[in-house]
């Protein structure tokens, strides 16, 4: 090839917030339209999915559509092709010991469960918020709220045009993941992309880390614990990532920067018990400081998230209370795993 810009891609193209992945997915009988969409670039359509799908089951439903201004809003269609995720399905050890998260060291999971299972499908119906799709689905997909025993469960459905060829005239902005949809893009493309000297950006479109707030905290060395626990102690706020969602995640454009923002949820505790603070870290999410002052846990991503730093000097001269670091999730064939949110 002598021109440097001009690139030969395979057909599908996909970019996680926080992770780059080129992992196996399933492809099966595709074949929608292809080329349908044109030479044009036209973003993703993002849905939260609905309620469950199960394997080879052929129907799924839809929940509300992002409104990123990074997202198409060109509604699903009969004959397009959908792109389906779960992002978050991973269970924990709820304990607030030591063995919280894997059971005995106090960070990670018990079982990813369906946690980055995807497929591409093609639609044959859609009537009112259910797709119809013309194949039966090989995985089983989820969205419920975190309880007192389970941990908070979602997926997304996008839709995903069918570009006959590309050529971009500008960056690409993956949708912010909002505890719903977003965090991904998915690029079909059947003749010859050229990317023009221009990227795909996902940084920071990933799971979000924590938000902050101001609480007395001194002494403190919890690994789960509610967030303003009348009387008790409370830590800071844990990460999001493949097992959960926290109430307050990072407001980047806070002034000082002293409180994060509301993560979204409505009716859901975002982790098991609503255990959403204290240095445990849940998955791939980082745990929250104990104490005057401690760090948060780095969000997991292929290695292991980093240990919060110790306290203040006014609270035990250093004591190591910071959260501890969201577990490393390696690749695993025929999963997508999007790197977890700092605590």
């Not at 080329?35 to 129907?59: E, F």
């Not at 924990?92 to 063995?99: M, R």
């Not at 998915?186 to 050229?194: E, I, K, Q, S």
């Not at 000082?256 to 849940?282: E, F, H, I, K, T």
């Amino acid at each position: 090839m002598n021109n440097p810009n001009m690139r030969y891609f395979p057909r599908y193209i996909l970019a996680l917030g926080l992770a780059l992945s080129s992992h196996q997915v399933r492809a099966g009988p595709l074949c929608a339209a292809p080329g349908k969409d044109g030479p044009s670039y036209v973003a993703n359509t993002y849905y939260a999915g609905s309620g469950t799908a199960t394997a080879s089951g052929n129907t799924i439903s839809l929940g509300s559509m992002s409104t990123d201004s990074n997202a198409s809003t060109t509604p699903v269609a009969a004959g397009d092709q959908v792109f389906i995720i779960q992002m978050q399905d991973a269970d924990i050890n709820n304990s607030t010991s030591i063995a919280y998260g894997d059971g005995s060291t106090g960070r990670g999971s018990t079982a990813l469960n369906n946690t980055g299972r995807s497929e591409f499908a093609v639609v044959s119906n859609v009537t009112g918020n259910t797709v119809t799709l013309r194949d039966s689905l090989t995985y089983s997909y989820a969205n419920s709220p975190a309880s007192a025993t389970s941990t908070r469960k979602s997926f997304q459905v996008i839709r995903v045009p069918q570009h006959s060829s590309l050529t971009l005239n500008s960056d690409i902005r993956t949708p912010a993941w909002n505890g719903f949809s977003g965090g991904v893009t998915v690029l079909d493309v059947a003749g010859t992309l050229d990317m023009n000297g221009q990227t795909i950006d996902a940084s920071a479109a990933g799971f979000r880390g924590a938000g902050s707030y101001v609480q007395s905290v001194m002494g403190i060395s919890d690994y789960a614990n509610t967030y303003n626990a009348p009387g008790g102690s409370a830590g800071a706020m844990k990460g999001e990532g493949i097992a959960g969602t926290p109430p307050l995640v990072r407001n980047p454009s806070a002034t000082p920067g002293l409180y994060g923002v509301p993560s979204g949820l409505s009716g859901d505790q975002g982790y098991p018990s609503g255990y959403v603070v204290a240095r445990g870290a849940p998955g791939n999410a980082g745990g929250g400081g104990d104490g005057h002052n401690a760090g948060g846990g780095g969000g997991g991503n292929a290695g292991v998230g980093g240990m919060g730093g110790q306290t203040f000097f006014y609270d035990g001269g250093g004591r190591d209370a910071g959260g501890l670091g969201g577990v490393a999730t390696a690749p695993v064939i025929g999963r997508l795993l999007a790197g977890g949110g700092g605590g």
